[in-house]
């Protein structure tokens, strides 16, 4: 797939007309292995590259109806003009292997990722006149690059007298994230409060292991009950800049499930079921210039989802149908907020 796409935000600031332009390249590569009648190798290769012109973001008014936050360059910082560029890269590779044990099926999937983003300037500007660009930070050359590995084995199966689904397997990942600035400036009331020249960078490393099993009964033809559940630990670390020291967080959760679902003809049916999801907490940042050594940490995320549906054919099989309600409950949202600390003139993410 390649994309090229036109830009139509223009930089009153700069002169530059649709800067906010877009290159995507997208390419993906499957294949499969039948080594034997019981064995089969897939694998999966995906590459995408995209070159964005600047941010599609213009002005934040707060509530007021003045402008809050400007993604422009600040000239009085002493930084020449500089395009607000972002360049994107995805790398995903994928070997699954499948094993017919005859009672069950062994399943084997590897996967390797690499994803980054480089933004050639980045400037935040909060609460201002914009004449005077009073306070806020600018950022020259951030990137963020995301490698990971994950490897999961399951064993899946159906019981002789068909009454029986079952699942069972394990996962691990290990999963890191490097952060690094070539040069960073807070700035407040017109004058820089602090600036940090070179290159600064910030490691943050999750590494997590989960056992999870399903289990479906049939009752009969018609009505099945499904149970699962899903035992999750994850151990981070985050090191480098806006961390006075580094900061170590373990996270263990347990999530279950359960669905029954009911056939009310070979094309038609209809479900209801409940399950819970995780997220994992993590280390918040020491603002730049506090005399703070470390900040509490902000607390996991859970999610509980209660879901009812139906399924149906129409039409002698010509049309699809689904419907489904929804009602969500979140336990300790997790959500960045960006606020200027009277305390410190420096924007704070919470």
Known sequence: QYKDVGGWLDDVDTGREDINDTEMSYFRLKGLWQASDDLTVNVMAIRERTDIGASSRGNILDEQGDPAIRTVDRSSLGFPLSRDTRDTYTDIYN?????????????SSTSKIDVGVFTDFNSFLVNQDLTLNDSGISQIGPSRDLEGFSQEVRLAGVSSNNKWDWVVGAFYADIDTFAEFQAFDSFSAGAVVFHLDGAAVEDNNSESTAIFANVAYHFNEQLTLTLGGRQFEDDRTTDGFGFREPATDSFSHFSPMAALSYAINDDASVYVSVAEGFRSGG??????????????????ETVRTYELGAKALLLDGRLST?????????????????TLSSSDDLISIL
């Open 322 to 338: 689904e419907t489904a309600l929804f009602y969500t409950q979140y336990e300790d949202y997790q959500a960045r907020d960006q």
């Open 95 to 107: 070997v699954t292997v499948n094993y017919d044990l005859g009672f069950a099926t062994l399943t």
């Open 283 to 300: 280390s918040n940042q020491v603002p730049i210039g506090s005399t703070e050594t470390s900040r509490p940490a902000y607390e996991p």
